[in-house]
């Protein structure tokens, strides 16, 4: 399907058909946040549909931003799903792997980032993630995301809760509160993050 070009004038349109407009928000929302903080320093916006990315910019410098965009769920964000029981290392699965071992040690960590980035495709992306209740974004980078699944993996480990598929779901308000910590860490304010993320 070809994608949507998503401009300023078009954005209420869009979100209605889209059915964005009553705050279930999504792609073109994500789109309109963007293009309402950075319009001027924006060449394009083009939402697609059933690929692995939901948004690709083109900025001012002439660089490309590639954007998933992740809405919550029932309070939580469903970020992707980890088929352990499918990966193959060596003879054996990472699943038999993971249950087999007694501490979450570095070999199994190096395993899970490996299976993590085949997952992604897209290892330079931008992934915003919707809380659709208090219409909040969190932007991250793709190593911040990583991070995230580690822990949740490594946290369900730890309560004996690993099954062959993993489903990486993590709570709205633990995303928050790695947001606020990452704002904190870094001393920057949510534009200075969005902007160096979008068109620096």
């Known amino acids: ?5 998503v401009k300023k004038g078009d954005v209420r349109r869009l979100l209605k058909e889209s059915g964005e ?3 279930n928000d999504g792609r073109i929302s994500v789109a309109a946040h963007i293009l309402y903080q950075f319009g001027d320093r924006i060449v394009f916006v083009k939402a697609y549909e059933n690929e692995d990315i939901d948004l690709k910019i083109k900025n001012r410098k002439n660089d490309y931003r590639y954007i998933k965009v992740i809405g919550s769920q029932n309070g939580e964000f469903h970020i992707m799903d980890l088929p352990i029981g499918d990966r193959k290392i060596g003879s054996e699965t990472l699943y038999g792997m993971i249950m087999s071992s007694e501490t979450f040690g570095p070999r199994i960590r190096n395993e899970i980032l490996n299976m993590i980035s085949f997952e992604m495709k ?7 993630l919707v809380d659709k209740d208090n219409h909040a974004y969190y932007p ?4 911040s995301i990583t991070e995230i ?3 949740d993996v490594e946290y369900r ?3 004996g809760l690993i099954g062959r598929n ?3 779901r993590v709570p709205v308000q633990f995303i928050d509160n790695y947001w606020q910590r990452y704002l904190k860490a870094k001393n920057r304010t949510p534009s200075e993050v969005w902007a160096a993320m979008i068109v620096q």
């Open 1 to 5: 399907m070809k994608p949507i070009i």
């Open 149 to 151: 699944i580690l822990h």
């Open 157 to 159: 480990f730890e309560r």
């Open 166 to 168: 993993l489903e990486i």
């Open 21 to 23: 407009i009553d705050g």
């Open 140 to 143: 991250f980078t793709t190593h």
């Open 122 to 128: 897209r290892r330079n992306s931008i992934w915003i």
